[in-house]
């Protein structure tokens, strides 16, 4: 066994408690930050409740008699334009063959 003189140990225990205090100290903030992360984590949570970043679903209004019979006049008469503009195109790729027709009989002639 060795012994140690009395500055030595007192140096050593002076050491030891400052080490033990900065330990303490350092315990102390990593329970605070700690605390902190939690709060801006339960805050953060709460705010992302009240306007989530996706939009919640909205149920469909009940369809009533009169609902589906306007969505069908709207259809039908969608229907009705198309076709009329599918007769005029089809008429004017008519005419387009019929003239390119003419000018590669002329050009051939």
Known sequence: ???????????LQSLQQRT??????AEKLAANRLGTITRLRSDL???????????????????GDAELRRRLQLAERTV??????????????????RELHDLRQGVTS
């Open 1 to 11: 066994m060795r012994l140690v003189s009395a500055a030595k140990y007192a140096a």
């Open 20 to 25: 033990a205090r900065d330990l303490e100290a």
């Open 45 to 63: 949570a709460k705010a992302e409740d009240g306007s989530p970043a996706t939009p919640l679903p909205q149920p469909e209004a009940a369809v």
């Open 80 to 97: 009705r334009e198309l076709t009329e503009r599918l007769g005029q195109m089809q008429a004017t790729h008519e005419a387009d063959t």
